[in-house]
């Protein structure tokens, strides 16, 4: 039977080198290759010129390069935003969008191919989970949209917010953000990443222990258990009063403020009462500070029923509660940006 070829995208420096001692090549081979594919961006080794064509060979022998392939890209006519779906050598499809701040290019990726969580509002709920993405998938995605643009306009910020749950793919997600910010890679400050959860409590108490300099945002959407748990069946198993006590010793632990993100559904979630439960949970979570929360006009999805209720006057009712809210900047409104919405369209062939 052929052994399998690895995947070199996945590898930090040090696995690398341990696999090109296995060959019989000297370690620092294994310098010059992470900085031609990490720093570089030369995806072919055959293209790696510092190395001789025999050696090539025995790479291209023993590793592949699994950089997702662009199989649609859609730019916004409205603002910068560019949103992608990804092909993968398995033929699965993801979705990775591009968008522009004034502070730089951020990358929103997706950790997963589907998703198990079941949220009723998200576009990728109905066509179920099939696989987790590789580290090296992940950071593929970053470097498949940052292609065709010059170094300076590279991606500065990623958040993982796309399809999946990344505390669902943990250990993989763990590895991306190593190889991500490597000081002989790309070397991203993980202060520049964002990592949104719908709330998976043994994990969010065990990335405090990891002690990252990320942002963690918290998926509410809901300030009572009843209704959370019918727009996200993970409350069911994590209600809200294990959430929040998670995320309080998250704080303690880190000194790193949570977001919260609260899609705002008319007729759901949106009326003064809920607005008034809202603050009644939070501010016991961080007693010395006012918490954060973004909100986030529902997107549009086919078949969920939902409609967007006013993020501006639910702004104003959390701020009589005091907390901080803030609107979020709608991006890619014209060419379905909202997670998941591409990736179902080419799936079930709907435009």
């Known amino acids: 039977m052929e052994p399998q070829k690895i995947d070199i995208l996945s590898l930090l420096p040090e696995q690398l080198e341990a696999e090109i001692l296995a060959m019989g090549a000297p370690k620092f081979r294994a310098k010059q290759i992470f900085r031609q594919i990490h720093v570089k961006r030369v995806f072919d080794f055959a293209k790696m010129t ?176 009843a209704t959370r748990s019918a727009l996200m069946p993970v409350n069911r198993r994590y209600p809200l009063d294990e959430l929040l006590a998670a995320c309080g010793d998250y704080f303690r632990k880190t000194g790193r403020r949570i977001t919260f993100e609260y899609a705002v559904i008319a007729g759901e979630n949106d009326s003064p009462a809920a607005a008034a439960m809202l603050g009644k949970r939070l501010r016991p979570v961080f007693p010395k500070q006012r918490p954060h929360v973004n909100l986030i006009p529902v997107n549009p999805v086919k078949g969920t029923g939902f409609t967007a209720g006013s993020a501006v006057r639910f702004q104003k009712l959390l701020e009589r509660e005091g907390i901080n809210a803030t609107v979020r900047r709608t991006l890619g409104d014209d060419i379905s940006a909202a997670c998941g919405q591409l990736r179902r369209d080419a799936m079930t062939g709907e435009t």
């Open 50 to 225: 510092e190395l001789s064509k025999q050696f090539q060979a025995q790479l291209n022998d023993r590793f592949y390069i699994n950089l997702p392939k662009i199989e649609q890209k859609l730019a916004s006519c409205v603002d910068d935003t560019v949103k992608y779906l990804c092909g993968l050598s398995d033929g699965s499809r993801v979705e990775t969008v591009r968008m522009v701040y004034h502070h730089g290019n951020t990358a929103c990726i997706s950790t997963q191919v589907g998703c198990k969580m079941g949220c009723q509002f998200c576009a990728s709920a109905p066509l179920g989970f099939i696989r987790n993405l590789t580290p090296g998938e992940m950071l593929g995605q970053i470097y498949a949209v940052d292609q065709g643009y010059p170094e300076s306009a590279r991606i500065s910020g990623v958040v993982l917010m796309g399809i999946g749950e990344p505390l669902d793919n943990y250990e993989n997600v763990m590895q991306f953000l190593r190889l991500l910010s490597h000081p002989e890679g790309r070397g991203m400050s993980l202060r520049h990443v964002s990592l949104s959860s719908c709330g998976l409590v043994p994990q969010i108490r065990r990335l405090a222990e990891e002690d990252l300099p990320l942002t963690l945002s918290v998926s509410l959407h809901a300030a009572d258990d």
